[in-house]
DNA sequence: CAGATTGGCTAGCACTGCTAGAATCAGTGT
DNA sequence: ACACTGATTCTAGCAGTGCTAGCCAATCTG
């Protein structure tokens, strides 16, 4: 039986190698950089194995995206605990999304653009994307009616990643940036 | 001099097939099944003759964008004229830009998710694309303060793309779309 | 009608994601 | 200690991609 765990082990430990190394090579040289080649090279095996893992290469990538959800999450909790409770949490949260799409805009990409395998608000959604979702409910409570809450944190989501994508593609230019996400923010607190 | 002015004649319209293929293309089937291949099939020549108009096919699908932006101007003023002037005409220009992303989803795609090689938000920019722009700038006027009236607009485009890309590549549930609208442009308004 | 030139086409390159089947390693029983 | 067996990894290849060099033919000029 110790065999056949410390096999299961090592197949776990690969499969945590292929994530971080497709991550690393996404947020180094894109999207389009990772090819199941370079990937295989990466890790130092060969291109079948990464399909003994996965069922493709949108399944890699969906790997990928969760993990750097869970990034996501843990600085957006952040940014909620050093603001001051109130007005200023959104703010900081809006921040903070904002500071991640474009710090790892490559990584940024493959969790909100691309259409991966993956549920997304159901309750098979992996954890780290829900809490990211529960940020942006804590940062957007104060200014929410009765029972608008969910709705409200969605339609702040959906601003900050159009402002961001659009931002960042080159239609919106980067310089009045600051100015639009006040206005934005004033606007959405009511 | 005539029948080099036949050639040329020839030749624009040869380049309008193929974006006009280009687009049939896209819109039925999605970028993945633009491929150079089926595009030179469609147009009835060899896949070397698109390279004799076109750069590449980021350059064909620039092409394609630069036609889709002008049937959007088009349906946003059009949304414009039809609501009665005042706070009305924001609701009807959001509608008709989303009921737009979501009658052409691939369409849209190309005009404003992909990396094209067009110049934004510069006197270049083709004027397609500034007239959508001015459409949504017409459409918050009422509610602009002064001298934010571009910006306010910035704003609105970035919402709207926002919730159409999170709600077209599933990451929010279409069920709730109408309250998040209804919300985004409550608060927006002021 | 011969010659020059423009043009489109055939064939091919280097690359992609993915897979069938050969080869090699590990663990097992004698 | 050794051959066997079964799982696992690799080699080699497929069908497809965007793009291009160089041939070939149709067109216009003198």
Request: glycine share 6%.
């Given at each position: 039986?110790?065999?056949?765990?410390?096999?299961?082990r090592e197949r776990a430990e690969r499969?945590r190698l292929?994530?971080?190394?497709?991550?690393?090579?996404?947020?180094?040289?894109?999207?389009?950089?990772?090819?199941?080649?370079?990937?295989?090279?990466?890790?130092?095996?060969?291109?079948?194995?990464?399909?003994?893992?996965?069922?493709?290469?949108?399944?890699?990538?969906?790997?990928?995206?969760?993990?750097?959800?869970?990034?996501?999450?843990?600085?957006?909790?952040?940014?909620?605990?050093?603001?001051?409770?109130?007005?200023?949490?959104?703010?900081?949260?809006?921040?903070?999304?904002?500071?991640?799409?474009?710090?790892?805009?490559?990584?940024?990409?493959?969790?909100?653009?691309?259409?991966?395998?993956?549920?997304?608000?159901?309750?098979?959604?992996?954890?780290?994307?829900?809490?990211?979702?529960?940020?942006?409910?804590?940062?957007?409570?104060?200014?929410?009616?009765?029972?608008?809450?969910?709705?409200?944190?969605?339609?702040?989501?959906?601003?900050?990643?159009?402002?961001?994508?659009?931002?960042?593609?080159?239609?919106?230019?980067?310089?009045?940036?600051?100015?639009?996400?006040?206005?934005?923010?004033?606007?959405?607190?009511?």
């Open positions: 039986m110790s065999i056949q765990a410390r096999r299961e499969e292929i994530v971080m190394a497709a991550r690393e090579l996404v947020e180094a040289e894109g999207w389009d950089a990772v090819t199941t080649r370079r990937l295989a090279e990466r890790v130092e095996y060969s291109q079948p194995v990464l399909y003994s893992h996965f069922k493709g290469k949108d399944a890699i990538m969906a790997a990928v995206a969760v993990e750097g959800s869970a990034d996501l999450a843990a600085e957006l909790r952040a940014a909620g605990r050093e603001a001051a409770p109130g007005q200023e949490t959104l703010a900081e949260v809006s921040a903070a999304y904002l500071a991640f799409g474009e710090r790892c805009p490559e990584l940024y990409d493959v969790m909100f653009n691309r259409v991966l395998p993956l549920p997304w608000a159901t309750p098979e959604t992996p954890s780290a994307l829900q809490e990211c979702f529960a940020e942006l409910c804590r940062a957007v409570r104060p200014m929410a009616g009765p029972g608008e809450e969910a709705v409200l944190a969605e339609v702040l989501w959906s601003c900050l990643h159009g402002l961001l994508t659009l931002t960042r593609n080159g239609r919106l230019p980067r310089q009045d940036h600051d100015r639009r996400l006040a206005l934005l923010l004033s606007r959405l607190a009511g």
